[in-house]
């Protein structure tokens, strides 16, 4: 017998709380020309406050307030290699020793703050942090971008984005959510794969355009076709290579969609666009470009961050085939919020997957053609 409407049982959402931990892994703070400007920066970051600031090694990272009284070390001043409390003028260097403390005859033996493993890598700043305190190795380093170095590439478009209410694994969800590139990214995917490995979680895209509801082909006209790659580089830091191919021309970009967590209920989003220049191209044109795409980007973005403001947390979602290894991505994503010790081969054996996009963009045809047809622009 078939059950009935009233024979199934209803569907609960499951909704645990946030973790309380903060995820293992390098978290990208944004451009680092933005902290070159000799002065302290503070960074509200994994419950807590960071201070950032330049000596003549690079970019140092402590926690943000004095041992001695609790001065916040954003507030103070960068005095040769040291940063200097407001409070009482403790020094502190690079590696959270103190320095100096120009009133006393001698510095405590114990005056030692937390130095936080920071690196420079592709025209942007990074901060790692583990509670079981590792430090970072090659093996979960972040790559760096073929021929940024050579100059290769424009200056980066950058935007950020708070998201308050959320928290981070909203945002991951996406790797693997086709479904949404429609209705909020102004798209369609016509392929769609997803790959785990180890640290490293890629999502491939081929999509088109929405022409019913981007007048401006900021994705390109209705011909065109976007290739990407996304990779995740541990919890918070996608690299995302991008093709624009409209007819026999190929515009590169390159995009960097990163996060970092707040607190346990908040986020920043960090994301930003380059292009690859090309011979004949006017440097010029390729930044336009790349800031067409931000600007783009960013109202996807903003579209994310309404719903995930506005959405329930749900550990048991309710899925068909066409939504993706939703489940085997958490499972991924959990490696990170565990002791390195107790993580599980599930969470980093390899798992692809491919979605079968074909009654989905018939689907989606069939709606922007009659979008079109509504509006006039049959």
């Excluded at 507030?75 to 260097?93: E, L, M, N, Q, Y």
């Excluded at 021309?249 to 994301?271: C, R």
Aim: with cysteine; hydrophobic share 35%; charged share 25%.
């Amino acid at each position: 017998m078939t059950p009935t409407h009233t024979d199934t049982p209803v569907r609960e959402i499951e909704s645990g709380s946030n973790p309380s931990r903060f995820a293992r892994g390098w978290h990208c703070l944004g451009l680092a020309e933005d902290f070159d400007d000799g002065k302290p920066h503070m960074v509200k970051i994994f419950g807590t406050s960071l201070v950032v600031f330049r000596t003549s090694d690079g970019v140092k990272i402590l926690d943000g307030y004095c041992r001695h009284m609790g001065g916040n070390l954003a507030k103070g001043t960068v005095k040769g290699d040291s940063i200097a409390c407001p409070f009482h003028d403790w020094r502190w260097g690079g590696d959270g020793k103190c320095t100096g403390i120009p009133y006393a005859k001698r510095v405590p033996v114990a005056a030692k703050t937390r130095a936080w493993p920071s690196m420079v890598r592709n025209g942007q700043l990074f901060v790692w942090n583990d509670p079981q305190r590792s430090q970072p190795t090659e093996e979960v380093t972040i790559p760096v971008l073929e021929g940024w170095d050579d100059g290769e590439w424009t200056e980066w478009s950058w935007q950020t984005f708070l998201v308050e209410g959320a928290h981070c694994r909203e945002m991951i969800d996406n790797v693997v959510d086709m479904a949404h590139f429609f209705y909020v990214h102004l798209a369609f995917p016509h392929y769609f794969r997803n790959v785990f490995e180890g640290h490293v979680a890629t999502q491939y895209m081929h999509s088109r355009p929405r022409t019913d509801v981007d007048p401006d082909n900021a994705y390109g006209d209705e011909g065109s076709e976007l290739r990407s790659e996304a990779s995740y580089f541990g919890p918070s830091y996608m690299v995302n290579p991008q093709q624009l191919v409209v007819g026999d021309k190929t515009v590169e970009a390159v995009l960097i969609n990163s996060h970092y967590p707040i607190d346990e209920k908040s986020f920043l989003i960090n994301f930003g666009v380059a292009a690859r220049k090309q011979p004949g191209v006017d440097p010029d044109e390729a930044r336009q470009a790349a800031a067409s795409l931000t600007n783009a980007l960013a109202y996807g973005f903003g579209q994310d961050v309404e719903i995930w403001r506005d959405k329930a947390r749900i550990d048991n979602p309710l899925l068909t085939e066409q939504d993706g290894p939703v489940y085997q991505l958490r499972r991924w994503y959990e490696q990170f919020y565990v002791d390195v010790e107790d993580i599980e081969p599930d969470m980093v054996e390899r798992v692809e997957v491919e979605i079968d996009t074909d009654h989905a963009v018939a689907t989606w045809k069939q709606e922007v053609a009659e979008n079109l047809v509504a509006m006039g622009r049959a």
